[in-house]
């Protein structure tokens, strides 16, 4: 059960990453108001990641209300210049504290796996000194 929650964490920060990389491009003009994204699987391929999770990205973005989606037409950047929702702000943010819980609940399941792997070497290191001193060594 924790390898699901694990697999779902993970899937979950793929798409923030990707939502990331691409909030990135619009803002640094790759893509300007008005332009269309790519499509799901070239931004899956694009970002190393499952084209379920490209459109995850693509629906954190458009929750931010930074891109609009169209039937079968595509995503789209939006005009945010007089765009001023706090509700669409208040979504990503409750949406961005939920993935940041999860990743602290994540890293704590590894410092956990961290320190019993540490206990085990040093438990093995001092059982192998032990048997060096008796050996002589």
């Known amino acids: 059960m924790a390898g699901q929650a694990d697999e779902d964490d993970s899937k979950r920060f793929a798409s923030r990453r990707v939502a990331n990389e691409l909030r990135a491009a619009i803002e640094a003009g790759s893509y300007p108001v008005g332009a269309a994204l790519p499509p799901y699987r070239q931004l899956a391929a694009e970002h190393g990641v499952a084209v379920n999770t490209a459109m995850a990205a693509v629906r954190l973005l458009a929750d931010e209300g930074l891109v609009t989606s169209r039937p079968n037409a595509g995503n789209y950047v939006r005009d945010r210049t007089n765009q001023a929702d706090p509700e669409l702000e208040l979504r990503a943010l ?44």
């Open 94 to 137: 409750r949406t961005e504290l939920g993935e940041l819980r999860g990743q602290v609940r994540q890293a704590g399941g590894q410092l956990d796996a961290i320190d019993a792997r540490l206990s085990e070497l040093a438990e093995t290191v001092a059982r192998l000194e032990d048997q060096a001193r008796r050996n002589g060594r």
